[in-house]
Structures are given as structure tokens and as C-alpha cells.
């Protein structure tokens, strides 16, 4: 398990779970997700949620997401900040996974 800050000032924290990292790589959530100017707002949340929903209404299989969406995405504490801290964690989660499998393919 991972904690990530929701606001600036700190006062506001969100437990995120290994599963809603597995869940964000497998429906590739973030793909795409953030223009080119590199700034996570209200905006890019909103676009996040509204192809989560897309995503939940499309799927007959989606109790991944539909947890995901009530832990974390539609949680009252998520906001553009703690979805910027989400990211973070996901890149930083992503690239511990892989060189990890990269260690581990190379010790045999």
C-alpha cells in the first residue's frame, strides 16, 4: 500500500493500493490523459472520470474499476493535486516493476 498527498498543504492523505495500480496499467488510464503542457488540473480529473465511466458502462466485467472509481477517482478527497500525486506514484510504481522484472530476467 501506498499514500499519497491529496492537497497542498498535506493535511489531506489517500491510501492507493497495488490493485488500483494494477487496475490504472490494465485499463491504461493515464494513457493520453495530460496535454502537452504537462498540467494536471480540474479539467484533466474531469477527463479522467468521464472515460472511467465510459469505460464501467462499456464493460459487463468492471468491478476493478467500479472499486478504483469509489476508493480513489470519485473519493471526495481526490482532487487535480492528489491526482498529479497519483501519476507520480504510478510512474515511479511502473519503473520499480520493470526493473525489478529487468533484475530478475537477468540472475537467470
Given amino acids: 500500500m ?20 494494477q487496475t490504472i496499467e490494465q485499463y491504461a488510464l493515464f494513457r493520453d490523459l495530460i496535454d502537452s503542457n504537462g498540467i494536471v488540473d480540474e479539467n484533466v480529473l474531469e477527463k479522467l472520470r468521464l472515460n472511467v465511466r465510459s469505460l464501467v458502462e462499456s464493460q459487463e466485467q468492471h468491478a476493478d474499476l467500479l472499486v478504483l472509481c469509489q476508493e480513489v477517482l470519485f473519493h471526495d478527497r481526490m482532487k487535480a493535486y492528489g491526482l498529479h500525486q497519483l501519476i507520480t506514484l504510478y510512474i515511479n510504481w511502473q519503473q520499480t516493476k520493470d526493473e525489478v522484472q529487468l533484475a530478475l530476467t537477468q540472475e537467470d
Avoid: A, D, P, V
Wanted: charged share 15%; glycine share 4%.
Fill in 2 to 21: 501506498y499514500q499519497i498527498q491529496t492537497n497542498m498543504s498535506g493535511t489531506r492523505q489517500m491510501i492507493i493500493k497495488e490493485s488500483h495500480l
